[in-house]
C-alpha cells in the first residue's frame, strides 16, 4: 500500500467516525438534523462555509480553464466572490426568515405552490451537482491511485453517504471543518511548490508569452457577452445556493450568520486567486494536455514529494466530499420538508418528538436514495449530460428574482411569485435545450421572470399578512 493509499484509508476512516460521534445528537431532531438545532458557532460555520464553496470546479474545473484559457479565468472568478459578497448582505434577512429550506421563504409569501416549484428545480440541479463531485472524485482516485473509475466512484458515494446519513449536518459541518484544512493547505502549497519549481510567477508568464495562445493574457479574451452573462448567473445562482442558505440558517445567532458571510467573501477572495495560477504554471511545467481538467492531479503525481502530495491529493477528495455532502443533505431536506410534511399533513406533528424522531428516519432514507440516483447519473454519462439543462443558469432564472422579492419586495403577490418562478425558471430551461436564440438564456429569463412579478403582482389585490421579516428595514 503505497502513502497515498495509506492518508485515503486514514482520512476516510476519520471522516466515519466523526459521523458515528453525531449519531445521536443528528438524530434527535429534524431541526438538528438538517441545520444542526441552529447552533454553529463561528469557526464551524465558517469552515464548513469554506469547504461547501469550494467544489470540484473551483479547483481542478478552474485549473484546467486557466491552462487553456489564462487570464481571463481571473474576471470570471471575480462574479464567485461578488455573489458570496451578496449573499453577505442578505444573511441576517435569510437568518430571520427562521427557514429550514429555501423554500420554506417562498412557500410563507407565495403558498404551497410556491414551496413545490422551487423545490423542483433545487432537488434537480443539486443531483447533478452531487453526481458532478462523484465523477470529480473517480477521477483522481482512477489517475492518482490507479483505482478503476467506478470503484472509486463507489467507495466516496458509501462513505459520504454513511456519514451524512448517521450525522445530518453536525457531521457535514465538522467534517467541513477538517476537510476545509485540507482544502487551503492543499491549494497554497501546491502554488507555491509549482511556482518554486518554474522559476516564480514571472519566469512563467514570460515563457507562456512564446507559447500561449492568443488571448492568453487578456481578462476579457472571452468577450463581453459570454462575461456578462456568466457574472449574472453565478452571481443569482450563488444568492438562491440552499446549501449556504442552511448554513445560514444554522448559525447560533444573526450576528454569527453575518460574520460568517463577510469572512466567508475574504477567504474567497484570497482562495480563488489560486486555480488559474496553477492552471497557468501547469501549463509551463506539463504543455499539450489533451484533458486540462487533470493537470492538478497530474502535478501532484509527478512533481510534490510523496507526503506533501498525499496531503494535497486528501485535499482534492475533501473539496469535492465536502461539497457532494452538504448539497445531498440538501436535497433530502428539499423533499422531506418541502414534498413529504406538507403533502401527508404531517408539520403541525414535528412537536411531538417521537413523530419528529420517524421524520428524521424518513429523511435518512431520502439520503440513501437520492445518493443512488446521484451515483447512476454519475456512472451514466449520456444521462447526466441530458440533465445539464437543469444547472445554475435555469435555477437562477427560476428563483432569483421570486426570493429576492420574497425578502424585500411587500408588494409581491402569491400568484406573481409562482408564476415567475415558472415562466423564468421554464424559459431558461427551454433555451438552455434548445438553440432558438445565440442570446444567453439568463439575459431573457432573469428580466421575464421579473417583469412578470411586478406586473402580475401590480394587477392584483396587495397581500395581507406579510412577514416582519419582508422589507429593506432591520
Known sequence: MNIYAIFLVVYLIAMLVIGFVFKNKAGSSTSSYFIAGRGLGYIVLVATMVGTALGGSVSMGTVGMAYNGGFYVWTLSLSGALGYLVLAFMAG???????????????????????YVASFFNILFNVIVVAGQIMSIGIVLQY???????????????????????????????????????????????????????????????????????????????????????????????????????????????????????????????????????????????????????????????????VAGAIVFISLISIMMSTADSTLLSIASNIVKDFYLPLTNKEGDLDDESTDKRIVRVSKICVIIMALVSLFAALNSQFLVAIQIFRLTVCAGAIAVPLIAALYWKRATRLAGVLSMIFGGGIALILENV?????????????????????????????????????FKK
Open 93 to 115: 434577512k435569510l437568518y430571520r426568515t427562521q427557514a429550514t429550506t429555501t423554500p420554506d421563504i417562498l412557500a410563507a409569501r407565495y403558498g404551497q405552490a410556491g414551496r
Open 144 to 306: 492518482i491511485l490507479g483505482i478503476d473509475y467506478t470503484v472509486g466512484m463507489l467507495i466516496a458515494t458509501v462513505v459520504f453517504v454513511v456519514y451524512t446519513l448517521f450525522g445530518g449536518m453536525y457531521a457535514v459541518a465538522y467534517t467541513d471543518v477538517i476537510q476545509s484544512i485540507f482544502v487551503l493547505f492543499g491549494l497554497f502549497y501546491v502554488v507555491f511548490f509549482i511556482l518554486a519549481k518554474v522559476g516564480g510567477f514571472g519566469a512563467a508568464m514570460t515563457i507562456l508569452e512564446g507559447t500561449a495562445p492568443e488571448g492568453y493574457f487578456d481578462w476579457f479574451s472571452a468577450g463581453g457577452t459570454f462575461i456578462s452573462s456568466y457574472f449574472i448567473y453565478t452571481i443569482l445562482g450563488i444568492v438562491t445556493m440552499q446549501i449556504i442558505h442552511q448554513r445560514i440558517f444554522a448559525a447560533k445567532s444573526e450576528m454569527t450568520a453575518k460574520r460568517t458571510m463577510f469572512s466567508l467573501f475574504v477567504v474567497i477572495v484570497i482562495v480563488y486567486i489560486i486555480p488559474p495560477i496553477i492552471g497557468m504554471a501547469a501549463r509551463v511545467l506539463i504543455p499539450g494536455q489533451e484533458s486540462p481538467q487533470n493537470a492538478l492531479p497530474i502535478l501532484v503525481v509527478e512533481f510534490l514529494p510523496p
Open 435 to 471: 438553440a432558438l436564440t445565440t442570446v444567453p438564456s439568463i439575459f431573457i429569463s432573469v428580466p421575464v421572470s421579473l417583469i412578470v412579478l411586478v406586473v402580475v403582482s401590480i394587477l392584483q389585490k396587495a397581500p395581507e399578512n406579510v412577514p416582519e421579516w419582508v422589507g
